[in-house]
């Protein structure tokens, strides 16, 4: 039986991510897709990367040391939760999926699924009698599936169409499933949130409170308080150091307008898929 620790591998994607939330995201997803009735069982491989992607952000790129961080997060975050890999008849690929209490058969004392541990040596993630790897660890089934689905992960196809047999892109259903799942709204879900907004958010303020420290010089050494202040709208005069500081906060003022203006369509957005 495969018993292998992840601690070590969730370090990178740890670095940029911050969990938030006490269930695992592929649990919350899955159950997000079948609330909607997108699935019935579980999702494809290709499906949950794709759903990592877009939360590390689109322009990320997928390649194996990536496979192998999503895989390593699934176990890390998977503490009470249990997955289970198999093959969907339906459509003929592996898709992961949700395994409850009744599922003894899988994960009871004397089964014979093979599995991968979590760092508190419980298992969390089984594979199917007869699966493509004899001893699954980490790095076997991130290489697998990496070989296996290497092309249409490059093409950014990770929904499988079963009409017609063929990969395509995540329909406007299963992306808002995806958002919700990550959203920050305190309506869905929490998942993640990227540390990077912080360091934005810091360089942000301090752009803001070098902009104000210059309008402050400025008023030690010109007019009075009044008259500078009707000289913002608009400018009057001469191009100065009061007209420059000036027209430099103004243009700081709108990423928080637009940040309002994000945040607020969010709240809308994830209401409407939650609903």
């Known amino acids: 039986m495969g018993g292998n620790s992840s601690k070590t591998m969730t370090t990178n994607l740890n670095e940029n991510l911050t969990v938030i939330s006490q269930q695992p995201f592929a649990f919350t997803l899955i159950n997000l897709l079948k609330d909607k009735g997108v699935i019935t069982t579980g999702i494809t491989i290709p499906f949950i990367i794709g759903a990592y992607k877009i939360a590390k952000h689109d322009s990320i790129e997928v390649n194996l040391k990536f496979i192998q961080e999503v895989f390593a997060d699934i176990v890390a975050t998977a503490k009470d939760t249990k997955f289970f890999i198999c093959t969907c008849n339906h459509i003929n690929q592996h898709v992961i999926t949700i395994l409850t209490q009744e599922d003894t058969d899988v994960t009871g ?3 014979t699924y093979q599995h991968i541990k979590n760092s508190d040596g ?8 007869n699966f493509d790897i004899a001893y699954p660890s980490l790095d076997k089934i991130s290489q697998f599936y990496w070989l296996k689905y290497e092309h249409i992960l ?6 499988y169409q079963s009409t017609e047999n063929k990969w395509i892109k995540f329909s406007d259903t299963e992306l808002g499933c995806i958002i919700s799942a990550f959203s920050s709204c305190e309506e869905a879900k929490e998942i993640i949130r990227p540390r990077i907004s912080k360091n934005v958010a810091r360089i942000y303020y301090f752009w803001c409170v070098l902009n104000i420290l210059l309008l402050l010089r400025g008023l030690a050494y010109g007019d009075d308080f009044d008259r500078q202040i009707k000289r913002w709208f608009p400018f009057e005069g001469d191009l100065d150091c009061y007209d420059i500081s000036e027209f430099i906060l103004y243009c700081a003022i ?22």
Not at 122 to 129: I, N, Q, S
Not at 154 to 159: L, T
Not at 257 to 267: C, E, M, N, Q, T
Request: hydrophobic share 35%.
């Open 122 to 129: 419980v298992p969390v993630l089984y594979f199917e009698e």
């Open 254 to 275: 709108i990423p928080l307008v637009l940040r309002w203006i994000y945040k607020g369509w969010k709240k809308v957005e994830c209401k409407y898929y939650k609903d």
């Open 109 to 111: 004392h004397y089964s």
């Open 154 to 159: 490059k093409e950014q196809v990770y929904s």
